[in-house]
């Protein structure tokens, strides 16, 4: 009987093959990553130590953060490394660019000034990088205190 199940169940991966090129039919969910069966120690980091995970050192993982969570984006290909298209992200919270588009005077989490509709979207990515199957929450960032002495980062 285990031999039946057995063929069976390599018969179904080489027909997943053939089919859809993907002995797993396109599956592309948490569980395809031996690595995200179990979580990574969540652990809590500095702006300086985030920023040593910035895709310049290739022996490190590729780190960001949103509103102080932290994610692991090595998985993301070329994408957060220098020179790519999101490089710009990696090692740091960028939380308002996200929304403002801004990538050269709004890589802070300063969020002041931004309405509901901006916080959703705000949210809602950092949503996307917590469901997202090939991204992991390594941590959270101790992000430090804003100055409520000092004027909201200019629109751009």
Request: hydrophobic fraction near 35%; charged fraction near 20%.
């Amino acid at each position: 009987l285990i031999k039946w199940i057995l063929l069976a169940v390599l018969a179904a991966l080489a027909l997943g093959q053939f089919i859809t090129g993907d002995v797993l039919y396109g599956y592309d969910g948490r569980w395809r990553y031996p690595s995200r069966w179990i979580p990574p120690k969540q652990r809590t980091f500095t702006p300086a130590e985030l920023a040593l995970y910035n895709g310049r050192d290739p022996s490190r993982p590729i780190y960001l953060s949103i509103l102080g969570n932290v994610y692991d984006v090595t998985r993301g290909g070329s994408t957060y490394k220098p020179g790519g298209s999101y490089w710009f992200f990696a090692g740091k919270d960028a939380s308002r660019a996200y929304v403002t588009g801004c990538f050269k005077t709004h890589l802070t989490h300063d969020l002041r000034g931004l309405g509901e509709e901006d916080l959703q979207q705000i949210d809602a990515w950092n949503t996307f990088f917590a469901e997202n199957p090939r991204y992991q929450k390594v941590g959270t960032l101790q992000l430090p205190l804003i100055d409520p002495k000092t004027s909201p980062p200019e629109p751009c």
